[in-house]
C-alpha cells in the first residue's frame, strides 16, 4: 500500500463529512473569488434525484484507468480529487479525467490529515503547491474543487481554495471502501447512507482497489434502476 492510503486508513472515514476542524479566530486571507463559495460543498448542482461520485487519491496507474473505462462503459461523470505528486507523475491520466469530462479536484500535496492543526503557511504551501502540480499535469484544466485530507479544512483553507477558484468539498456517504471491507459491503453501504446525501467518497488510489471497481460494476445501475441520475457538487 503506498503512502496516501497510509493515510487513508487513519483518516478518510471521518464521520464530519469535511466538516471545519478549527473554528477559532484566524487571520484573513483576503476575500474568495467571486463565484466561489468557501463553504464546504455537499449537495448536488441538480435539483432532482441525483448523486455525486468522487474517487480520491489518485491517479493510480492501474486503478485509475479501469475506473475512467467503468466509468465510460456505464456513461457516468465523477470528481477525482487528485494529490499533486500523483498528478505530476501520471500527466497522461489528469489530461484523460478532463478530456473525458470529469471533473478536477485538489487533494494537496502530502496528504497530511493533520494539517489543519498546522500553521496556515504550511497549508497555504499544500494547497498552492498541489495547484501547480495539478495545472502542469492537465495544461490548465479548471480545478473544481478542494477537498482537505481527511476533511482537515480551516476556515483559512477554505478561503484560500475559494480565492484560487477552488470550492470546498466535503461528503455526505463514506462507505470506508479505503479499508477494503469487500465489494459487498462496499455497495451496501452506500446504498444505506444515500439518504443523508447525494455526494459520495470512494478512492481510485492509494492501495488496492478492485473492491472499490467491484461495487462500482454493481452501482451505476442500480442506482439508473432507482431514478437517479449522475451530478456534481456544487462549485
Known amino acids: 500500500m503506498g503512502v496516501f492510503g497510509v493515510f487513508s486508513l487513519v483518516t478518510q472515514g471521518a464521520a464530519d463529512g469535511g466538516a471545519d476542524?478549527?473554528?477559532?479566530?484566524?487571520?484573513?486571507?483576503?476575500?474568495?473569488?467571486?463565484?466561489?463559495?468557501?463553504?464546504?460543498s455537499r449537495a448536488s448542482e441538480d435539483d432532482g434525484k441525483s448523486v455525486?461520485?468522487?474517487l480520491d487519491d489518485g491517479p493510480d496507474p492501474t486503478w485509475t484507468p479501469k475506473a475512467l473505462d467503468l466509468l465510460e462503459r456505464h456513461d457516468v461523470k465523477a470528481?477525482?480529487?487528485?494529490?499533486?505528486?500523483?498528478?505530476?507523475?501520471?500527466?497522461?491520466?489528469?489530461?484523460?479525467?478532463?478530456?473525458?469530462?470529469?471533473?478536477?479536484?485538489?487533494?494537496?500535496?502530502?496528504h497530511d490529515v493533520t494539517m489543519d492543526r498546522k500553521d496556515f503557511a504550511y497549508q497555504s504551501q499544500e494547497i498552492l503547491d498541489a495547484k501547480n502540480m495539478i495545472d502542469r499535469a492537465s495544461g490548465g484544466e479548471r480545478i473544481w474543487y478542494y477537498r482537505a485530507p481527511g476533511g482537515?479544512?480551516?476556515?483559512?483553507?477554505?478561503?484560500?481554495?475559494?480565492?484560487?477558484?477552488?470550492?470546498?468539498?466535503?461528503?455526505n456517504v463514506d462507505p470506508g471502501d479505503y479499508r477494503r471491507p469487500g465489494a459487498d459491503r462496499i455497495l451496501s453501504r452506500i446504498k444505506s447512507q444515500l439518504a443523508i446525501g447525494p455526494t459520495v467518497l470512494l478512492h481510485d488510489g492509494g492501495g488496492n482497489r478492485s473492491q472499490t471497481l467491484e461495487a462500482l460494476e454493481e452501482l451505476l445501475p442500480w442506482l439508473k434502476e432507482q431514478g437517479y441520475g449522475f451530478s456534481f457538487p456544487k462549485a
Not at 476542524?21 to 464546504?40: F, L
Not at 497522461?92 to 494537496?108: E, F, M, P, Q, Y
Open 21 to 40: 476542524r478549527d473554528d477559532k479566530a484566524t487571520r484573513s486571507t483576503g476575500h474568495p473569488s467571486p463565484g466561489v463559495d468557501p463553504e464546504i
Open 152 to 171: 482537515a479544512f480551516t476556515p483559512q483553507s477554505r478561503k484560500l481554495a475559494a480565492e484560487n477558484g477552488m470550492r470546498p468539498l466535503g461528503w
Open 52 to 54: 455525486n461520485l468522487t
Open 79 to 110: 470528481t477525482f480529487c487528485v494529490t499533486g505528486p500523483n498528478a505530476r507523475s501520471n500527466p497522461d491520466l489528469v489530461k484523460r479525467i478532463a478530456a473525458a469530462g470529469h471533473r478536477l479536484c485538489n487533494h494537496s500535496v502530502s
